[in-house]
């Protein structure tokens, strides 16, 4: 059980609904999920430049909204801005893809992801990289045309994201998929059955994982480079940034 | 909520009761836990060939008892026997090592393991590489000396296991502390607010990631590396062994 | 011959005022460099978060200014937000991390970074991970005790910093030495000769670096991860930002 | 010249057959090779859980046996259990695997393995991997269809071995082929002159490498994580386990 | 502004021609670049032991030449004695793969290298991973054909030469293009524009490199693996090879 | 029983001298060894410069002498143009550290190298990691004071050089201990018993992998990246060169 705060970094509302309903779904029962949309940035993230927007959406989201939650959940695949926040908030917090390589790499030895575009490829990757777990990739495929309606991709391209799966098994090797991406939000959950390896997406795991994070109580980091950044002057940020600059104090 | 099969795959009853009583406080309210001792192998792993018979003997267990069960748990660092497991087993599989590992990458980028000997280094980091995570791997440190008691090295050692994970933060980088092996079991929880970074262990974190694994239904493999052995002759094999190989059905 | 703009992410003017004088000295006769210094963030960055703001910071910069100017370079070692504006401006930016390691590949094996602090090692480390360079990186060293004034950390500390360097020559087996970030801008020249290797910093290195590519013209990305950002709706951008968002046109 | 016992990890007297044969054509004068069949298990190892079991069966044949022989060859590709042995035996023991990489890797840089399933692929991979040489994998292809008698792949598949080995070099880059498996013993001695590069097969490379261990006396493991496993409680085990934890002594 | 002097390690004039085309095209006003061709070797250098040729002939025009120049490039893609060269020269050194990559990082992540033909992809793998860089390399191609004339590969071939450039793009996942080898100097020039990505050449790449670490004056190594070898007896070296030996003085 | 010819790519005859003795040690009953000092370059190769001498006069005596041989062992540490001389020789051919690792990736999982000096570790490290090993490499450790006679480091710093060994084991984690370079040849037979783990040089190794490439009669190759270079011009080589170049035929 635990409050868990969705940030979702893109400006679609059609995307946060899908996210929410998905967490919802997913969280425990006793558990409280809310699900906020950047208040300024684009409908969805495929690039580095798009994701350095969101990262700062999602820093001033967390930075205003932190306090009445145990855990926050950046809910955006590529995870933008997560190492940073994991520095200044006190409590858990963790991002889509990471949380959906904790759960593929208990099922299985290599993943695939099946992400919304191909240009959104590049970005993946390098988030597996940072991840350290780009040894366990066996490939990332994506839909090959743009997308009509953002907030209805999984209507239109079910049949085709199910093909992209297959041939991440039987081609690329995959032991597990990932299925990516907030606007893929509950299609692992319609899919269960159709699938011949087992399928992980980013929300639900986002969702259990935070759950798991608040109940493990690991502690936070007084030393080392998760430790709040140390003071040292600044000017001209936003309240809510300053806030997380100050540096929170430890849960009690 | 789950019910979950812990396999202690050495014969230390000792080193269940540590693993029973930190299960059983780190279950959700609900899941139910039950602690198997190996009825055959040696008091505690530390190398590679004991980690072979503790692979059997918890083959054996795993396949007399898990019917009974949501999740296994292979519950002694290093994992013996984990991936194996997860080929024939209907349901979801974890370790205390991987388990850790997909907290602690949750909770900082570089992390260190705390052992209870030096020679048991060597098998972890194998298991490590083994993960693809050793890129993230700060440092493996370990108790000099003999272990007087395999069921009481945190009440004999608990100030030298905390120095030794200092040296972890200070000298080699890391963001996070995982406390490991069965013996350690409950020594992160003892431990709160005493370490300067996150701390896990991993009989909490096998627990809980076996209870969101449950949760998560991700389905099992009828294809790739991880869906059950194709059917061909045996011969000689314990019946327990016998069942796991004609393939369980996958759950309804 | 180039226009150069160096952009400081951080707010202190005694540092910019170091990347000025270097950028000076080291430009080729008829280059042009002007240093712009981040109208918001924190004095200087040693954290993931810090550099999350400084990004954004840069973005606005870059877009406001960068059509005055033949190439960027983001003035900060750890390069914050050097990809993403990679994808949107259409002439060549470069960082300090990334330039000076073009330079050291090119005049030894292995490389050690020497660094104004303890803290800031994990980011430099990722920021290396990030090029794809770890497999060369020797050792990154830091000072240990708090800095005075980030604008005379080598008056403060020089004899420190060149006693950090012999040892990553001799204990770490460097064959360069990368005097890293912003407040060092200027001391490897003043080394000169005093160091057992080459040694090479990151403005001088950026800038000579940026002026190689504007000569070179290796042509825009029209297509692959550098590319513009595919069109899609936005919200609530600043217009800095939403002007590289736009895409600009390519070079004529 | 050396007494060498080849443990077939699998209940296929046809398999041990093939070694039999294999190893008597490669051993060198005056040398004696003995094949000895695991009493319990499949009829060939394909997958992790199998190769579980087959890592049992070796260790008993080789608890039991080795006393006879100066070296011991774990004559399965993927090597089950071979490290756990090598812990435990006073005299040199080696795998398929690890030895026709060892030859493999003094005639070219870049190595395929061709093997008897897609299935058994995996395992393989993560063998390479555990040998610390994936770097110079080119890659792992296996025969399509299920085998109709496991001790005569040779007779049914050859062409499309050969087929197979082929793609290696011309699509993938290979400079050495493998030919992975007991069942494919000998093969590569007939298919001798029809390969457009050098081709290795496992057993007469583990039993020439058996060879050139016992010649070498390179001594054995007293220290490090080679050396015996630390005496400790044990209870339960076949006595050709027990007899391999009481830790042999040395050679004289 | 420096003396380069670029050593063509092959005998082919006509590909010194393009050589010395390009770099008098890449140099900057008041550069002056000489190109000398080898009095031993082979045409164009595709495989190891080509290069090992090339190296000595390299080293002793090295040896003969490099008093008068400030800076030295190896002029053949694979960079044959480059290393060797950077030990014993008082000047920079710098060759066509090593330039190029340090220009290709600091223009996108993953990059492609478009060949001559295919032998010579394995030879160039080699050099890039001994830069540390495979981790970037999204791909080598090369053409199919045997070359009629090394001196005009760009006119017979160009049309082909930029369709593997697309296909590295679309199909590789490239972001920059390596035009690989002397005999395709000033192709990138030629073709701009008409490539998807940014897209560098060896030649003009290294030229301005060196001209970059001729005016970055780093210092030379003293110490450390690139300091010239310690003294020790030789005997029947050509004296351009001998006098290399000797150690010359560093810069005054 | 083969005829292997050793090349010592050094000018030394004491150096030779202990080849000859360590070869005809460890050569098989039958086997006939044959050692040839280089007839130009330096005493003993610690550097990369000093490499591409041995390398080349390695290829001049190969090229003259191969042909009444049935291996060539290049017979220093560091392996100076083996990789060119598998291209080009009709028959096998191995290098001290490759020969060596063979052997120790076959006694332990983690190997550290014993070396006559600091500065040569750099090169033997690059070696190292050109064989795909240095996941693998738990250290290299030199000796630190320059050597007196280097026909004689045995005897002059035996005990130093177990000292190492000894650090490798129990600092660095090493299983096996290789003894690097021509130098220490024989070192390892006359420690036998005093190390605590197991030790291998390369002379005896190269010589045992010799011949047992030479019975393995793996084939040459005939495509791939060691088949000989593709015919093309040459000039102004010396002889033994241009033999090799012409491609001698694939043993009948």
């Given at each position: 059980m635990a409050k868990i705060l969705?940030?979702?970094?893109?400006?679609?509302?059609?995307?946060?609904?899908?996210?929410?309903?998905?967490?919802?779904?997913?969280?425990?029962?006793?558990s409280v999920?809310?699900?906020?949309?950047?208040?300024?940035?684009?409908?969805?993230?495929?690039?580095?430049?798009?994701?350095?927007?969101?990262?700062?959406?999602?820093?001033?989201?967390?930075?205003?909204?932190h306090?009445r939650f145990d855990a926050v959940?950046?809910?955006?695949?590529?995870?933008?801005?997560?190492?940073?926040?994991?520095?200044?908030?006190p409590c858990p917090?963790?991002?889509?893809?990471?949380?959906?390589?904790?759960?593929?790499?208990?099922?299985?030895?290599?993943?695939?992801?099946?992400?919304?575009?191909?240009?959104?490829?590049?970005?993946?990757?390098?988030?597996?990289?940072?991840?350290?777990?780009?040894?366990?990739?066996?490939?990332?495929?994506?839909?090959?045309?743009?997308?009509?309606?953002?907030?209805?991709?999984?209507?239109?391209?079910?049949?085709?994201?199910?093909?992209?799966?297959?041939?991440?098994?039987?081609?690329?090797?995959?032991?597990?998929?990932?299925?990516?991406?907030?606007?893929?939000?509950?299609?692992?959950?319609?899919?269960?059955?159709?699938?011949?390896?087992?399928?992980?997406?980013?929300?639900?795991?986002?969702?259990?994982?935070a759950e798991?994070l608040v109940a493990?109580?690991?502690?936070?980091?007084?030393?080392?480079?998760?430790?709040?950044?140390?003071?040292?002057?600044?000017?001209?940020?936003?309240?809510?940034?300053?806030?997380?600059?100050?540096?929170?104090?430890?849960p009690?």
């Open positions: 969705l940030i979702n970094p893109n400006i679609s509302d059609s995307v946060s609904a899908l996210i929410r309903a998905e967490a919802a779904r997913s969280a425990s029962p006793g999920v809310e699900v906020l949309t950047a208040p300024f940035g684009v409908a969805y993230i495929e690039t580095r430049f798009e994701a350095l927007i969101g990262a700062y959406a999602a820093a001033q989201l967390a930075g205003e909204h306090a959940v950046v809910a955006a695949f590529g995870d933008p801005g997560l190492a940073a926040l994991r520095e200044v908030l917090v963790t991002g889509l893809t990471e949380a959906a390589l904790a759960s593929a790499m208990q099922l299985g030895q290599r993943f695939s992801i099946v992400a919304i575009s191909q240009r959104i490829r590049a970005w993946y990757r390098e988030t597996v990289e940072h991840c350290g777990l780009v040894g366990r990739l066996a490939s990332i495929r994506g839909l090959d045309e743009p997308l009509a309606d953002i907030g209805n991709v999984q209507g239109d391209q079910g049949e085709r994201l199910v093909q992209l799966a297959e041939r991440c098994v039987v081609d690329d090797g995959a032991d597990v998929i990932v299925l990516a991406g907030a606007p893929l939000a509950g299609l692992a959950r319609s899919l269960a059955g159709r699938l011949p390896v087992p399928c992980v997406d980013g929300v639900s795991s986002a969702v259990r994982h798991l493990q109580r690991p502690g936070r980091a007084r030393s080392g480079s998760f430790a709040p950044p140390p003071p040292k002057p600044h000017a001209g940020l936003p309240p809510a940034i300053e806030a997380l600059l100050r540096g929170p104090a430890p009690g």
